[in-house]
T-cell receptor, first 112, second 112 residues
Framework: NAGVTQTPKFQVLKTGQSMTLQCAQD?????MYWYRQDPGMGLRLIYY???????DKGEVPNGYNVSRLNKREFSLRLESAAPSQTSVYFC???????????FGDGTRLSIL | EDKVVQSPLSLVVHEGDTVTLNCSYE??????LLWYKQEKKAPTFLFML????IEKKSGRLSSILDKKELFSILNITATQTGDSAIYLC????????????FGKGTSLLVTP
């Protein structure tokens, strides 16, 4: 009964390094999302995938890329990490229709 | 610009008190308003409100939506220390693949 699984849970990078955050869901949900959460800012949408094979930008996409590898997996890539990308990253998934999103436990990313 | 505003941003109460958390929104293509509770990790779903005036209840928590005045409240009665968390309000809108537009959250601390 895993739900939404994110790896890794913690990561420290140096400026300029690249990194891929992994997300997998086992609920057969069509839609998947990546958010970032910064102190005092709430959660902000980075990218989303409404269905397998499609991806679209959210509110704060700059510096990120995504891949919807299959229905289960949605990865987020930082090509050249910057200190401004220090944040907690949450992946979420949602079934079809007017339904709530289910969140993973997050990845805490620090960029020095 | 779509926005979701929560108040207060932080709150300290004593065990047994009743608290009311507020959420107002200005969002086009509104579908539903959701409340989440966030402790250390993933936001966990509390309520989804789609229709005005219908109270949702779960134990000591309840919530209601006013679509005319564009706000929702979350009530917690007889608070316990385990209620200490960040409470997130989010609006589901039909743009951006049914992504969530979050408020900044209300940080609630319940003291013994």
């Amino acid at each position: 009964n895993a739900g939404v699984t994110q790896t890794p849970k913690f990561q420290v990078l140096k400026t300029g390094q690249s990194m891929t955050l992994q997300c997998a869901q086992d609920m057969n949900h069509n839609s998947m999302y990546w958010y970032r959460q910064d102190p005092g800012m709430g959660l902000r949408l980075i990218y989303y995938s409404a269905s397998e094979g499609t991806t679209d930008k959210g509110e704060v996409p700059n510096g990120y890329n995504v891949s919807r590898l299959n229905k289960r997996e949605f990865s987020l890539r930082l090509e050249s990490a910057a200190p401004s990308q220090t944040s907690v990253y949450f992946c979420a998934s949602r079934p079809t229709g007017n339904q709530p999103q289910h969140f993973g436990d997050g990845t805490r990313l620090s960029i020095l | 610009e779509d926005k979701v505003v929560q108040s207060p941003l932080s709150l300290v109460v004593h065990e047994g008190d009743t608290v009311t958390l507020n959420c107002s929104y200005e969002v086009t293509n509104f579908r539903s308003l959701l409340w989440y509770k966030q402790e250390k990790k993933a936001p966990t779903f509390l309520f989804m409100l789609t229709s005005s005036g219908i109270e949702k209840k779960s134990g000591r928590l309840s919530s209601i939506l006013d679509k005319k005045e564009l706000f929702s409240i979350l009530n917690i009665t007889a608070t316990q220390t385990g209620d200490s968390a960040i409470y997130l309000c989010a609006v589901l809108f039909s743009n951006s693949g049914y992504a969530l537009n979050f408020g900044k959250g209300t940080s609630l601390l319940v003291t013994p």
